[in-house]
């Protein structure tokens, strides 16, 4: 595709989504010393904010929602980034380097990062669109639940993956009764497996949690328009006073689709974080980036990745020689349970899983193996091991797996 035909006089770096991944990139431009137009461009009327406080601290009222913002409001106009919020981009123009906005404006750029995030799937059950049925993605869901969680004496939580989970952990901090209800046969069997996931499941059974995983929804059922319980295939009906569904999230690439952009899960760009057109980049939930370690394309739904993909993709439109290879990073904390995460496995891809410590107490590092080789390792209740863990994953070495389960040999020494 052509290069910076048809508005040649433009020197915008313009930034569509201003998300975690927005405010990130719109930082390092300056901080690498940047000093032409920055915008960035948002469809909230919030400024940039993170979400994981969205399940946890800011949901269960421990902290304030003014820690979650990525900036305070003035540090904006003080680095001369033109923050616009509530405002749409509904076109590009890749070859013209313009945008359509919402309300048929265009706005000209010289070069385009794109961190337009994920939208929550919807449940695609009959009774889906009653009242007092829940998603959290934005602070104003945050805030929706934290009040039904107030009025509510029982909820049902559909879907047991990480935001299911730590909401249902909120739910019952408030003494809501909880009923999670998922197809698989344990909770985050997708991303963790059979024997990590079961380890999740007695975490909520332990806290109260009616869980009911195998099971299959036929429908929300309701009165007078608000959801009052879920039918399950089965016949059964659990009662409820709202619904919350966290069945995962869908990529927002439909702006790059339709612009002709290369997308499959995610808008595709190689290690450098550009797209199929040279001056269009993107970063954080919606990019699907090429990983040099694992060798494939690979879209990361967290924080971490959020946090830093943009600082490379700033740089990287700024003609340096960078590529994104930081291993996918995340957390949660549930209950008295906090636990980090590093590496990549694909279900399936692993031979067997590899615990160090005691998965009793919940004081414990699990290492996800093929062959020999480690893929991921998750630390549960125990704190400063990611660097480790991150050598031991990327080093691609194999590894004595009874040195490997033995708290008493340090991590560092499984390195050869
Ligand atoms: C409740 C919750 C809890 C989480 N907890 C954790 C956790 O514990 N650990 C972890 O690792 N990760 C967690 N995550 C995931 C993490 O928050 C995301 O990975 C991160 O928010 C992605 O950032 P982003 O900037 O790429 O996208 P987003 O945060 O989705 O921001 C994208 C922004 O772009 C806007 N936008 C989209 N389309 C347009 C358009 N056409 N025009 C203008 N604006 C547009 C969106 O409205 C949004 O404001 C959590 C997510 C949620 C929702």
Known sequence: MAGNAGNAGNTAFTIVGAGLAGAKAAETLRAEGFDGPIVLLGDERERPYERPPLSKSYLLGTSEKEQAFVHPPEWYSQHGVDLRL????????????????????????????????????????????????????????????????????????????????????????????????????????????REVGQIFAELHTDHGVDLRCGTQIAQITGSGGHADGVLLADGTRVEADAVIVGVGVTPNSGLAAAAGLDVGNGVHVDARLRTSHPDVYAAGDVASAFHPLLGKHIRVEHWANALHQPQTAARAMLGQDVIYERLPYFFTDQYDLGMEYTGYVDPDAYDRVVFRGSTESREFIAFWLAGRRVLAGMNVNLWDVTDPIRALVASGQTVDEIALADPDVPLGELVM
């Open 86 to 193: 509530g405002t749409t981009v509904t076109g590009i123009d890749p070859d013209g380097h313009r945008l359509t906005l919402a309300d048929g404006s265009h706005h000209d750029y010289a070069k385009l990062l794109l961190t337009t995030g994920s939208t929550p799937r919807p449940l695609p059950v009959p009774g889906a669109d009653l009242d007092g049925v829940l998603y959290l993605r934005r602070l104003a869901d945050s805030d929706r639940l934290k009040e039904t969680f107030r009025a509510a004496s029982r909820v049902v939580v559909i879907g047991a993956g990480w935001i299911g989970l730590e909401t249902t952990a909120a739910a019952r901090a408030a003494d809501v009764e909880v009923t999670v209800l998922d197809t698989a046969q344990v909770p985050l069997q997708r991303v963790l497996g």
